[in-house]
């Protein structure tokens, strides 16, 4: 997930990005024990990552924002006014999991809305895990650029190819995986039910 000297792509700090999480949990009166057991991340885990000491997985910033109720982009950038936004490629926020794949945050993160659209890749034999279920009223969309998805939603597995697209609701648990020999490219667009903004 991150480049190096604990920088994500985007040029934000861990130690940032731990303070981000840090404030939020506590402007919802949650301690590290609470947030630990809502998002299924180790309490020692999560106070390594609020201290910038430690780099989270992709699947572990997603848990922790999930039970934060909120994104991954909306922990990685700051708000933005809601008129013509252009973000050009090189402000594309990205997080890479050593786990051989990478997330690019194409939205930017709009006062009042939960909302994200993002392009992963996947490299062969990749599996990205499984995902918590969001807030409930969540909806996800996902679209097949090339390769092969594998798309399992509450246990029952489908296989997308290029081109191919699929709609689920986003509070289920649900996970991507690459089962083929090339890499995957798809897209998600994520809108967050009952947001707080």
Same mark, same amino acid.
């Given at each position: 997930?991150?480049?190096?000297?604990?920088?994500?792509?985007?040029?934000?700090?861990? %130690?940032?990005?731990?303070?981000?999480?840090?404030?939020?949990?506590?402007? +919802?009166?949650?301690?590290?024990e609470q947030l630990g057991e809502l998002s299924g991340v180790s309490r020692?885990?999560?106070?390594?990552?609020?201290?910038?000491?430690? $780099?989270? $997985?992709?699947?572990?910033?997603?848990?922790? %924002?999930? %039970?934060?109720?909120?994104?991954?982009?909306?922990?990685?950038?700051?708000?933005?006014?809601?008129?013509?936004?252009?973000?050009?490629?090189?402000?594309?926020?990205v997080v890479r999991d050593p786990a051989g794949w990478e997330r690019r945050?194409?939205?930017?993160?709009?006062?009042?809305?939960? &909302?994200? &659209?993002?392009?992963?890749?996947?490299?062969?034999?990749?599996?990205?895990?499984? &995902?918590?279920?969001?807030?409930?009223?969540?909806?996800?969309?996902?679209?097949?650029?090339?390769? +092969?998805?594998?798309?399992?939603?509450?246990?029952?597995?489908?296989?997308?190819?290029?081109?191919?697209?699929?709609?689920?609701?986003?509070?289920?648990?649900?996970? &991507?995986?690459?089962?083929?020999?090339?890499?995957?490219?798809?897209?998600?667009?994520?809108?967050?039910?009952?947001?707080?903004?």
């Amino acid at each position: 997930m991150s480049d190096n000297m604990g920088l994500l792509s985007s040029g934000l700090s861990m %130690a940032e990005l731990g303070a981000r999480i840090r404030a939020r949990r506590r402007a +919802q009166g949650l301690g590290l024990e609470q947030l630990g057991e809502l998002s299924g991340v180790s309490r020692s885990m999560v106070s390594d990552v609020e201290r910038g000491l430690k $780099t989270p $997985t992709v699947l572990v910033l997603d848990r922790l %924002a999930t %039970a934060l109720g909120t994104s991954i982009a909306r922990l990685l950038d700051e708000p933005v006014g809601d008129a013509l936004v252009v973000l050009r490629g090189e402000r594309h926020r990205v997080v890479r999991d050593p786990a051989g794949w990478e997330r690019r945050i194409l939205s930017p993160v709009l006062p009042g809305v939960e &909302f994200e &659209f993002m392009r992963t890749t996947l490299g062969p034999g990749v599996d990205a895990g499984e &995902f918590s279920p969001h807030r409930p009223g969540s909806r996800e969309y996902v679209a097949v650029e090339s390769g +092969q998805l594998t798309l399992t939603i509450d246990g029952q597995a489908s296989t997308l190819g290029a081109g191919d697209s699929a709609y689920f609701p986003g509070d289920c648990r649900h996970g &991507f995986a690459n089962g083929g020999a090339e890499d995957c490219v798809y897209y998600l667009v994520m809108a967050l039910g009952g947001g707080d903004g």
